[in-house]
């Protein structure tokens, strides 16, 4: 009887439960368990042209026959048959089983096995598929050349598929995303393709199918994606004509299987795209698997099963180089001026938000935060908005989305959120390592509280999704001792050129105090701070500082990050008290806008010494010797007396890692 079969060896062991029989995969099936004649004692086995045919046995049990090839009828004895090149036409191959008696040199019966190959040509099995868009090749039905991918495995020698979720607008009219709403729950908006451009965005899939087509008329070819999986991709079938007609949905968004037309075809091209990221009842893998069915009934020969990874959501630290600077724009004139030209120094553009796209809203830092997307043949940018949804709440979804500029979205399921919900409360660690392990594309900080009742924190939604990327694992700080809650309001990383290739920025009320009492003691006691800005001015609230809670997040950020009082500076800060929680005393030195070497930081409007704000000078004694420029920005009425400084009022967009996410073991 005809059988599949490829290029791993199967076992057949000439026993006598034998016969004939089928191979099935892995398995194979006595058919005549009592076809073995009566009076045989051992056999040996031959096949045709193609067919290798190798005898396997223990020699602690079975002696290995002198001349003739006869082996004795044991379950010590494996017949191992491959085959290397497909068959032409349906059963072209075959093995003969001669059976002998105790006497004569004559077989006393035979069994023939009939073979027909169904394979393959080179496959991309076992790469990370990083050339061109070629994602995924399946080859059916011989899944064994290389190790079956039903796991995804990590780090610089791991296996396995990559997929973006196809969150961008390539389609010029569309009001929507490409594949998705980006909302909490992904909604399918387009179960089509419209252009080229998007298609880019997918990852290639291809079924290779080597072998007579005859086969198919008995056999079907099933391809099928896992009922956990099913709304979270959406596979197409091109067809081969030029239109985009041709891409046929046949998988997701509600399909569960697709038979495949062979129509004399030996390749099959798909193309899949994500329709939702990892998340806490996501893990990013999506499986898919192709089965060789018979027709009548359904019966499976075997099954062979893929394992893509989509693309996790990716932050951008301070370190890394910048591409594009936001901001808002009403009654913010001298601000922009003074940004505008730090943003030409740094080589960066420049988009102004105008009045009629944020609504009042000047907070843009806290509207949305910038990271990405990489596939292994495309990368792209994706915006995070923030579930704020206050004036700039459109802003993202409206300016930003746009063809390879994707968007994603979390929202609390009842709709509440607090000040800890801004992205001004989100920041990403450079890369470190901490106790041998790396962290190679950082660790994401977000604010949060004590565990005690009443604490705020940000959104359950957001936080699983930002722990489910799995790449930066986040740490949660404790800033809800700040009135609005922001980790920018004590601490920021910058550039540096030896140790970590960074520093952290702290806001030190102790460092401050330190500073002013030795201009004090200079003799420089009447000095106010604010001078020239109608504030209040003196000494006497030096005593509204916390510096307990920021020590706390001080040993927390040395634990986790791995750092040491060498990677951490110090910068002079003070805090009122305001009811229950601080602001900043004066505009926050450590709330800046890093581009390259170049800082915007907000003017402090300190004592003025020698014709110097002492504050201004005393940072750039720290940060200049690291090779950084400080400039500093008014942003008193502008931004600090709404609490809120410069980092608060900009956004900034940069350049992805060079390190490839799928090289790291999470």
């Not at 990327?469 to 910058?494: M, R």
Request: contains cysteine; aromatic residues 12%; hydrophobic residues 40%.
């Amino acid at each position: 009887t005809s059988s599949f079969m490829n290029s791993r060896q199967y076992p057949i062991r000439p026993t006598a439960a034998m016969g004939i029989f089928c191979i099935y995969g892995d398995l194979y099936t006595p058919l005549y368990p009592r076809s073995i004649p009566s009076g045989a004692i051992s056999f040996d086995a031959r096949g045709t042209a193609e067919v290798r045919v190798y005898v396997v046995y223990y020699p602690n049990a079975v002696r290995k026959p002198a001349g003739a090839a006869r082996w004795p009828l044991s379950s010590e004895v494996e017949v191992v048959v491959t085959m290397d090149v497909p068959s032409s036409t349906i059963n072209d191959s075959k093995v003969r089983i001669s059976y002998y008696g105790q006497k004569g040199n004559a077989p006393i019966e035979g069994a023939w096995l009939y073979l027909t190959c169904v394979s393959k040509g080179d496959s991309g099995w076992g790469e990370r598929w990083n050339s061109g868009s070629l994602a995924w090749s399946v080859f059916v039905p011989d899944p064994f050349v290389f190790p079956l991918q039903t796991k995804w495995t990590w780090g610089p020698n791991g296996q396995g598929a990559v997929l973006l979720v196809n969150c961008d607008k390539d389609s010029p009219g569309a009001k929507d995303m490409d594949s998705t709403m980006g909302m909490q729950k992904i909604i399918v908006a387009n179960a089509y393709v419209f252009s080229f451009q998007d298609l880019q965005d997918m990852s290639l899939m291809i079924l290779r199918i080597q072998g007579p087509e005859a086969i198919f008329a008995a056999y079907k070819l099933v391809l099928d994606v896992s009922e956990s999986d099913v709304d979270k991709v959406r596979v197409f079938h091109a067809s081969g004509n030029d239109s985009f007609a041709q891409y046929k949905h046949v998988l997701g968004s509600g399909k569960r299987s697709y038979v495949v037309d062979h129509d004399s075809r030996q390749e099959n091209t798909f193309y899949v795209e994500g329709l939702a990221f990892p998340d806490a009842d996501f893990s990013g893998l999506v499986s898919f698997s192709v089965t060789l069915l018979e027709n009548v009934p359904d019966t499976p020969v075997f099954t062979d099963t893929v394992v893509f990874q989509v693309s996790p959501w990716i932050m951008t630290p301070n370190t890394l180089q910048p591409v594009e600077v936001f901001v808002y724009l009403e009654s913010n004139e001298d601000f922009l001026e003074a940004l505008s030209t730090l943003v030409r120094k740094a080589n960066c553009k420049l988009t102004i938000c105008p009045e009629v796209e944020n609504r009042g809203d000047r907070w843009i830092q806290d509207e949305m935060e910038f990271g990405y997307i990489q596939a292994p043949h495309k990368t792209f940018p994706v915006v995070f908005d923030s579930p704020r949804d206050r004036g700039l709440r459109d802003f993202p979804f409206r300016r930003i989305l746009g063809p390879d500029f994707g968007y994603v979205t979390r929202r609390p399921p009842k709709g509440h959120v607090s000040s800890l919900d801004s992205f001004g409360n989100l920041d990403v660690s450079p890369p470190v390592t901490v106790k041998g392990k790396e962290y190679p594309l950082g660790r994401i900080l977000i604010g949060s509280s004590l565990p005690r009742s009443g604490g705020r924190k940000m959104t359950k939604a957001v936080r699983d999704f930002l722990y489910a990327q799995k790449v930066q694992p986040p740490l949660e700080l404790y800033s809800d001792w700040l009135t609005v809650g922001h980790i920018d309001e004590f601490l920021s990383f910058v550039p540096a050129p030896d140790r970590k290739g960074f520093r952290l920025l702290l806001a030190s009320p102790n460092a401050c105090y330190k500073l002013l009492t030795e201009k004090q003691r200079e003799g420089h006691g009447n000095a106010a701070q604010f001078a020239g800005e109608g504030a209040p001015g003196g000494s006497s609230l030096l005593t509204f500082f916390l510096q307990s809670c920021i020590d706390w997040n001080r040993q927390t950020i040395k634990e986790e990050l791995g750092l040491t009082e060498q990677d951490i500076i110090d910068i002079p800060q003070l805090f009122v008290l305001n009811n229950s929680r601080a602001d900043a005393f004066f505009p926050d030195l450590v709330n800046m806008i890093v581009l390259g070497k170049h800082l915007g930081i907000p003017k402090p409007f300190g004592p003025i010494i020698n014709q110097q704000c002492c504050l201004e000078e005393n940072v750039r004694s720290l940060l200049e010797p690291l090779g950084l420029i400080c400039t500093f920005i008014d942003d008193f009425f502008s931004y600090h007396t709404l609490l809120g400084e410069v980092h608060c009022g900009t956004n900034v967009l940069r350049k992805p890692f060079s390190f490839k996410w799928w090289n790291m073991i999470p």
